[in-house]
């Protein structure tokens, strides 16, 4: 079964500094991904996804995310990180052709900023 | 715009009580989840239904059971709560295609004492 992982429970960073989330998955074939992020009492909101093709993904509020195959990887990113930032990012995997939709998620990586 | 909604928002309840948790989607979206998020934990999956009346289990439907006869209400039900079903419980939907995107609700907040 394919699994997501963030080996980063918590990231901090000062703002106007680049950010970079790490994702790592398991799974043999090539999977679509998702960033999801969180803000405080609210629900999940897709940041961007990747289907087969660009490795490279842009997502909203200058978020953007490269997809490796060779690393089994999935790393979002953000050149100049600001206050609205703060958030758990979730990545996760589904598995194309199962039909099931089904999304697994990592354990989230919380984001903060130095004040 | 697109919109999951749900009920109630906060909700506390005692040990061995019934609990109803509602979730409503204006997007006739085919498929709908319920997830529970505890700290460090992540989200995991409780049931999925696929449309009315299909549903499946996820990787954690011990203690929980579903209903779905609307297309665009789906509800979570907790038969004699525990104090170890305290937790945020999200519902979510996405249409059957290929996108495999979902779309979250805010959240139900569920303290079990």
């Known amino acids: 079964a394919q699994s997501v992982t963030q080996p980063d429970a918590r990231v901090t960073v000062s703002e106007g500094a680049s950010l970079q989330l790490r994702c790592k998955y398991s799974y043999f074939g090539t999977p679509y991904l998702f960033w999801y992020v969180q803000y405080p009492r609210q629900g999940l909101q897709l940041l961007l996804k990747?289907?087969?093709?660009?490795?490279v993904v842009q997502g909203v509020n200058g978020f953007e995310a490269e997809f490796s195959k060779s690393n089994s990887s999935f790393h979002l990113r953000k050149a100049s990180v600001h206050w609205s930032d703060w958030a758990v990012y979730f990545c996760a995997v589904s598995i194309p052709g199962t039909g099931s939709n089904r999304l697994t998620f990592g354990k989230g990586t919380k984001f903060s900023l130095i004040p | 715009d697109m919109k999951v909604t749900q009920m109630p928002r906060y909700l506390i309840k005692r040990m061995g009580e019934n609990v109803l948790l509602e979730c409503g989607q204006d997007m006739s979206h085919e498929t709908m989840y319920w997830y529970r998020q505890d700290p460090g934990l992540g989200l995991q999956l409780i049931y999925i239904s696929y449309d009315v009346d299909s549903n499946s289990e996820g990787d954690i439907p011990k203690g929980y059971r579903v209903s779905r006869k609307k297309r665009e209400h789906f509800s979570l039900i907790l038969d004699s709560a525990k104090t170890n079903q305290t937790s945020v419980y999200f519902c979510?939907?996405?249409?059957?295609?290929?996108?495999?995107?979902?779309?979250f609700g805010p959240g139900t907040r569920l303290t079990v004492l």
């Open positions: 990747y289907y087969p093709g660009d490795p």
């Open positions: 979510a939907s996405s249409p059957r295609t290929v996108s495999y995107e979902q779309y």
